[in-house]
């Protein structure tokens, strides 16, 4: 069965810090693995995905995140962060043939000036 | 990029009455909708696929005959949350996702139900 965990619920950084947002999957056969940020009140916005390729992938807002098989990680990288960062990020998992994608527990990142 | 829409945003509705709250793919045909449910600061629970056309399929204790689902065409589906207990207050969002777009699921902006 496939899962994704975070085992972060919450993540603190000083504006101006490099941040990190932890995801382990498990799941059999390659993963398709994406990273989405909620803001109060609002749908999940896509931040970026990985499917296959290049294990550094990039997407919107300056965000980036490293495939890592031998670990089965997908952390959520930022250089810099910014107070307007601040939100609910989730990680998902979903096999290739288009199944559903479970997401998981979701972490809270707070930026604080 | 695609757009799904939901409405409405944000309802509020008496106990035993029925709510009926629409997704809609703006600029592309939604062979499959997904019907999610959120409570505060918590992960999305999937209630239900729907594919258009057919059957929509729940997940294990959703009842079907309390949140009804429609997809009566490739950029419509409907979700009617039937007589609506203060327990079915929480945030619901939708998804879509066509074979066209290589399978990506977009998500609506959410909906806010509370019953009072």
């Known amino acids: 069965a496939q899962s994704v965990a975070q085992p972060e619920d919450q993540v603190n950084v000083a504006e101006g810090n490099p941040l990190t947002v932890k995801c382990t999957y498990s799941v059999s056969g390659n993963p398709y693995l994406f990273w989405y940020v909620q803001y109060p009140n609002r749908g999940l916005q896509f931040l970026l995905k990985y499917i296959t390729g290049d294990n550094l992938v990039k997407g919107s807002y300056g965000f980036e995140a490293e495939f890592n098989k031998s670990q089965t990680s997908f952390h959520l990288k930022k250089p810099s962060a910014l107070v307007s960062d601040s939100a609910l990020y989730f990680c998902?998992?979903?096999?290739?043939?288009?199944?559903?994608?479970?997401f998981g527990q979701g972490t809270e990142l707070s930026v604080k000036p | 990029g695609a757009v799904v829409s939901q409405h409405p945003s944000w309802v509020i509705c008496k106990s035993g009455t029925s709510v009926k709250i629409e997704c809609r793919s703006l600029?592309?045909?939604?062979?499959?909708m997904f019907w999610y449910r959120q409570f505060p600061k918590q992960s999305l629970m999937l209630m239900a696929t729907s594919n258009e056309g057919s059957k929509a399929t729940y997940e294990q204790g959703v009842e079907k005959d309390k949140f009804l689902i429609n997809h009566a065409s490739l950029t419509l589906s409907t979700l009617t949350v039937t007589s609506a207990h203060p327990e079915d207050s929480s945030f619901y969002i939708c998804s879509a996702r066509d074979r066209g777009l290589g399978y990506e699921q977009y998500f609506g902006p959410g909906t806010r139900l509370t019953v009072t």
């Open positions: 600029d592309f045909q939604a062979t499959t």
């Open positions: 998902a998992v979903r096999a290739p043939q288009g199944g559903k994608l479970i």
